[in-house]
């Protein structure tokens, strides 16, 4: 009795080529919707430091807030940083820092540093809220405003 033995190897050939196929395709995609979240994760960001920068240069709502009755936080008079403004804001974020975030309407970690301390109780003061710590997404943003009838920088950082 003779059998005829053989090989299917096209067979094979052929499912491989299909599972090689599939797995190139489901990286590709992987890979462009890994980048669409990394964008919109940015446009987030970037966002939030926008409003957060506008918001603190604002007069704030009421006009003359204060800790107990803001409704949204602003460190402007007249186009220019007001002290009392500026103090309250410090004193509110050492408080309560959660609250100063929902005061700004945002959701995510801020920092503002500002380019020319301020004093309070006549302790030079350079920044406001949280220190960021090796952050991986983090947003710049940069304002120019008037403290003291001089111009001063202001940087406001925001991250996840």
Do not use: C, H
Request: charged content about 25%.
């Amino acid at each position: 009795m003779n059998k005829k033995r053989g090989q299917a190897w096209g067979f094979d050939l052929i499912i491989g080529s299909i599972l090689f196929a599939i797995g190139v395709i489901g990286f590709y995609f992987f890979a462009i919707n890994s980048q669409q979240e990394q964008y919109d994760k940015l446009e987030e960001l970037n966002y939030a430091a926008t409003s957060l920068a506008d918001t603190l240069l604002s007069e704030g709502l009421p006009n003359e807030w204060d800790s107990d009755n803001v409704v949204r936080i602003g460190i402007t008079s007249n186009s220019k940083i007001n002290q009392t403004k500026l103090e309250r804001l410090y004193n509110l974020s050492l408080q309560n820092y959660e609250i100063t975030k929902n005061k700004f309407n945002i959701i995510k970690e801020y920092y503002i540093i500002f380019k020319d301390p301020f004093k309070i109780n006549d302790i030079d003061i350079s920044s406001i809220g949280k220190n960021p710590q090796n952050q991986n997404n983090m947003i710049k943003q940069t304002r120019l405003s008037v403290y003291k009838d001089r111009p001063i920088t202001i940087e406001v950082y925001i991250w996840d």
